[in-house]
């Protein structure tokens, strides 16, 4: 299993933006689905966006589509989430997420349910 380190949380105002960052020592060319997931207080991990090399198109949760963005850099194996228009209830601590699935749909299966082990997260809190 690949290790990862989220980076760039911290606190924001509600409307303002921020970029996590993921990054692994290196990204073996078989990890080609990555993701974003968070955790609430008191609540589950729930999968933000994934991206997959196999599929058109990235998923994300209903809540974040059309704020957040997912992408990937490979010559830096860094991940990103670009996060605009943050709400109270885009606070979380958030993590992400990688494995090999050379089927198509497999960004929306990382989404629905990872089962490897969390790295440390970066927490995000949105607050005026």
């Known amino acids: 299993q690949v290790q990862l380190v989220e980076s760039g949380g911290g606190l924001v105002q509600p409307g303002g933006s921020l970029t996590l960052s993921c990054t692994a020592s290196?990204?073996?060319?078989?990890?080609?689905?990555i993701g974003w997931f968070r955790q609430a207080p008191g609540k589950e991990h729930e999968g933000v966006s994934c991206?997959?090399?196999?599929?058109?198109?990235?998923v994300y949760e209903a809540a974040v589509q059309g704020r957040f963005t997912i992408s990937r850099d490979n010559a830096k194996n860094t991940a990103y989430l670009r996060m605009n228009n943050l709400q109270p209830s885009d606070t979380a601590k958030y993590f992400c997420?990688?494995?090999?699935?050379?089927?198509?749909?497999?960004?929306?299966?990382?989404?629905?349910?990872?089962?490897?082990?969390w790295g440390p997260g970066t927490e995000v809190i949105v607050s005026s």
């Open positions: 290196e990204f073996p060319s078989e990890y080609n689905v």
């Open positions: 991206l997959s090399t196999k599929d058109a198109m990235p």
């Open positions: 997420a990688a494995r090999p699935d050379p089927i198509r749909g497999g960004a929306e299966r990382l989404c629905k349910k990872f089962f490897g082990a």
